[in-house]
């Protein structure tokens, strides 16, 4: 079993739409981040949390320590979020255990 | 300011060869990590090092080495190449190693 699990693997929705990708990990960890990587793999990060929720424009990602679970979500979706979204947590040995990814696209 | 910069940006090389990757993180980031992401896969963790020390290191041979500068840029090197090393190289840089990472463009290396 992978220590990060991101779900679903795969996402193809419509322009507009509200979207949410899942991350669940199963080791002790001391932040999550959520990244984005566009082909050609160029990769930001969007987010690190330890606690709550933070937004950044059309942007939310919420954690819940004691589940284990993070979620993003994306508001008002446009075909230029259509990307690779990864989550990855820090353990204790400062290491970045990454998801295996979701490829979203939105059709415009 | 200038972000996580690396280099070369494409390298091909053949098997048994060496290589050497750079990075230079942002001003001011004292910590630096690598990561290999072979295609179609996610990034693996190579090595993470915070002012000058090896702070955390992956699950790779000890043909994978690295080490970090005074002025906090980073090497990552690769001995005895083999066509599995062939992948994207990551180097990602941050003030302490344990905040936000900010990546470098990568360095794509094809072994033959």
């Known amino acids: 079993k992978n220590e990060v699990e991101q779900s679903p693997q795969n996402l193809t929705a419509q322009e507009g739409e509200f979207i949410t990708i899942n991350c669940s990990y199963s080791?002790?960890?001391?932040?999550l981040h959520w990244l984005q990587q566009h082909p050609g793999g160029g990769i930001v990060s969007l987010f690190m949390l330890s606690s709550g929720k933070k937004k950044h424009g059309r942007l939310i990602a919420t954690i819940n320590i004691q589940e284990k679970h993070s979620s993003l979500h994306i508001t008002a979706s446009h075909p230029r979020d259509s990307a690779v979204y990864i989550c990855a947590v820090i353990d204790s040995n400062y290491q970045l255990i990454w998801g295996a990814g979701t490829k979203l696209i939105i059709k415009p | 300011d200038a972000g996580v910069t690396q280099s070369p940006t494409h390298l091909i090389k053949t098997r048994g060869q060496h290589v050497t990757l750079r990075c230079s993180p942002i001003s001011g980031h004292k910590s630096v990590s690598w990561y290999q992401q072979v295609l179609g896969q996610g990034p693996q963790f190579i090595f993470q090092?915070?002012?000058?020390?090896?702070?955390g290191r992956g699950n790779f041979p000890d043909r994978f080495s690295a080490r970090q500068f005074p002025n906090y840029s980073s090497e990552l090197n690769v001995n005895a190449l083999l066509l599995g090393d062939s992948a994207l190289y990551l180097c990602a840089s941050s003030l302490q190693g344990t905040d936000t990472q900010y990546f470098g463009p990568g360095t794509r290396l094809t072994v033959l």
């Open positions: 090092y915070y002012e000058k020390e090896e702070r």
């Open positions: 080791v002790g960890i001391s932040a």
